[in-house]
C-alpha cells in the first residue's frame, strides 16, 4: 500500500525509517522528498518498471552464436536469482578481478551466448541489471571484502577517501561528514548504492552506479573514469560494502 | 612574524606572502576590490559558488547550503589580510577543511580537462569577494 500524508510524515520526523535505516546506514530513500519516496514505492507510478519489463523480455530472447536466452540456463529468475546480487561485485577467478553485476551478466552474454556484450547504459543493461536486482528486493545487501576481495576494498576505500577535481574533495566530504546537509537545493544522502539501477528525475531514465559515480566526479571537476573500470568497480566494492545490511531497493527513484 | 612565499605556481598566478599562517596581509593585485562585482562572484555556480555550502544575506537567492558556516557578520569578525588567505587557500589554516582553495592550482588531483593549472577564481575576483564579505556586517536575524 502506498504511505503518504501527514502520519507517513510523522513518523518520517520521528527517525523511525524501518526497513531502510540499519544501525546508523540509511538508503537515500530517507533523506528523499515525500514525493519522490512515493513514486518509488508505486509500482504503477515508478518509472523505472518500463526498464525491468525490457529486462523481463530480454532474459527469454536468445541471442548470440549459441542461440540461446539466459532463460535456457537459468530458467525463472524469480527462483535462480534471488539473492544474487546481494552478494555483488564479487571477485572472479576468471578474470583476476571484482566484477559487478552489469559485468557477470555480459560475461555470460560474451562467454556463454556468444553474443556481443551489451553496452554500458543501453536500456537492455541497465533493463536486465535492474531485472536481476529487483529478483533480491527487501534482502540484505552481503558483499564480503574476504580473501582476493580485500586488496581491491583497500583500493576502493583509498579512493573514496581521496580527494580530487579543482574543488579538491572527496567522496567523504559530501556523504560521510555532511549526510543530511543541505548542499545548496540537495540534501546530501550517505551515498549508498543499495537501489541501484534507479531513476533518476534529472536524467529522465534510469541509470547505473557509474553513472552516478560519473556524475559526483564531474560535480567537483573532477576526470570522469569510463563506465565498467577498474577504479569505479572496486570504489562501487566499497560503497556497497558500506551498505551491508540495508535492503536491496532496485528499481528506486531519486530526484 | 614567519613570512612565506606560496609554493611556486604552475599557472601565472601571482605571488602573494601568508603570515603565520593565517593571512594574507597584501591585496594580490594591488588593487581595492569591487563588493559589488564581489557579490556577483559569490554567487555564480560556476565561480564562488559560495551558496552551495553557506548561509549568506542573500534572500533573493533560493537554497543556501549548510556545510559550512553562515557568513552573516563574517565582516564583524574578520579583517580582509583574514578573509584573503581564507578564499586564497583554507587548507593552510585548516588542512582538513572542505572549503576548496579558490586561487591554487598545485596540489590538486584528477582535475577534469579544459580546468588544470586554472585556479577557481582569478587574483581580481578573490578581491572582489574580500570586498564583498567585509561589507557582511548584520548579524543573522534569530527566529524562533
Ligand atoms: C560536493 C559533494 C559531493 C561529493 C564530493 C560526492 N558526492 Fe555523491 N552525491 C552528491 C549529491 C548532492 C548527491 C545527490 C543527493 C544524495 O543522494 O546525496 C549525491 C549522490 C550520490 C549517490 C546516490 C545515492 C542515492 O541513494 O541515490 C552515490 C552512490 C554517490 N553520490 C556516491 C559518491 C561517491 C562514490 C563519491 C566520490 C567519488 C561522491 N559521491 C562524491 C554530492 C557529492
Ligand atoms: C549457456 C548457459 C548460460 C546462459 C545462456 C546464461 N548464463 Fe548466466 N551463468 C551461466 C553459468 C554456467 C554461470 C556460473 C555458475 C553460476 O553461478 O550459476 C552463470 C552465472 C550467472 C550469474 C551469476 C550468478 C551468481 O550466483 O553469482 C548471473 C547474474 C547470470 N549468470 C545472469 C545471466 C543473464 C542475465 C543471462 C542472459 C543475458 C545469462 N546469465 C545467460 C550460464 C549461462
Ligand atoms: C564545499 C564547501 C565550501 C565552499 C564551496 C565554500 N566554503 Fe567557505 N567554508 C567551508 C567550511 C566547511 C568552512 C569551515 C571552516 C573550516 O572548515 O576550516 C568554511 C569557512 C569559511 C569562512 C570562515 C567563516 C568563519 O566564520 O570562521 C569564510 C569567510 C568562508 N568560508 C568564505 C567562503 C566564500 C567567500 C566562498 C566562496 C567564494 C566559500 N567560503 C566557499 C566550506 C565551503
Not at chain 1, 525509517?17 to 519516496?37: F, H, I, M, N
Not at chain 1, 551489451?118 to 531485472?131: I, Q
Not at chain 2, 589554516?93 to 582535475?111: C, D, K, Q
Amino acid at each position: 500500500a502506498l504511505t503518504t500524508g501527514p502520519a507517513f510524515a510523522d513518523e518520517m520526523a520521528e527517525g523511525k525509517w524501518g526497513e531502510y535505516q540499519v544501525g546508523d546506514k540509511r538508503s537515500g530513500y530517507t533523506y528523499a522528498g515525500p514525493e519522490t519516496r512515493a513514486m518509488q514505492d508505486d509500482e504503477f507510478q515508478n518509472p523505472a518498471m518500463l526498464w525491468l519489463d525490457t529486462g523481463m523480455s530480454e532474459w527469454e530472447n536468445a541471442a548470440g552464436d549459441a542461440g540461446k536466452a539466459c532463460a535456457d540456463c537459468h530458467g525463472d529468475a524469480e527462483e535462480s536469482m534471488a539473492g544474487v546480487a546481494t552478494k555483488y561485485p564479487v571477485y572472479s577467478e576468471e578474470t583476476g578481478k571484482m566484477m559487478n553485476l552489469e559485468q557477470r551478466i555480459n560475461f555470460c552474454r560474451t562467454e556463454n551466448m556468444q553474443a556481443e556484450p551489451y553496452k554500458w547504459e543501453s536500456d537492455e543493461l541497465l533493463g536486465m541489471t535492474a531485472y536481476v536486482k529487483n529478483q533480491s528486493k527487501g534482502m540484505p545487501v552481503d558483499v564480503s571484502i574476504d580473501g582476493p576481495a580485500k586488496e581491491f576494498w583497500e583500493k576502493g576505500k583509498e579512493f573514496y577517501e581521496t580527494r580530487r577535481g579543482q574543488l579538491d574533495l572527496a567522496c567523504t566530504h559530501c556523504h560521510v561528514d555532511n549526510a543530511g546537509n543541505l548542499i545548496r537545493a540537495e540534501t546530501l544522502s550517505q551515498g549508498q548504492g543499495n537501489g541501484f539501477p534507479l531513476y533518476r528525475l534529472k536524467w529522465q531514465k534510469v541509470g547505473s552506479l557509474h553513472r552516478r559515480f560519473r556524475g559526483c566526479n564531474n560535480n567537483i571537476r573532477a576526470e570522469k573514469l569510463p563506465y565498467g573500470s577498474d577504479e569505479y568497480t572496486n570504489l562501487e566494492l566499497y560503497v556497497t560494502w558500506r551498505g551491508n545490511g540495508l535492503p536491496i531497493e532496485t528499481p528506486a527513484v531519486r530526484k | 612574524g614567519l613570512a612565506l612565499t606560496a609554493p611556486a605556481q604552475a599557472a601565472d598566478l601571482v605571488d602573494y606572502k601568508v603570515v603565520d599562517d593565517w593571512t594574507i596581509p597584501e591585496s594580490l593585485t594591488g588593487q581595492p576590490g569591487d563588493p559589488v562585482n564581489g557579490k556577483v562572484v559569490a554567487i555564480d555556480r560556476k565561480l564562488g559558488n559560495c551558496l552551495s555550502c553557506h548561509k549568506m544575506p542573500i534572500p533573493e537567492e533560493q537554497f543556501h547550503g549548510e556545510t559550512g558556516p553562515s557568513l552573516w557578520g563574517v565582516g564583524n569578525r574578520y579583517e580582509p589580510e583574514h578573509l584573503r588567505l581564507r578564499i586564497v587557500d583554507s587548507k593552510v589554516i585548516n588542512p582538513e577543511t572542505m572549503m576548496p582553495a579558490f586561487y591554487r592550482v598545485e596540489g590538486l588531483h584528477m582535475v577534469k580537462d579544459g580546468f588544470e593549472d586554472q585556479p577557481i577564481l582569478t587574483a581580481q575576483q578573490v578581491e572582489d569577494v574580500v570586498a564583498y564579505l567585509m561589507t557582511l556586517t548584520e548579524e543573522e536575524p534569530q527566529t524562533n
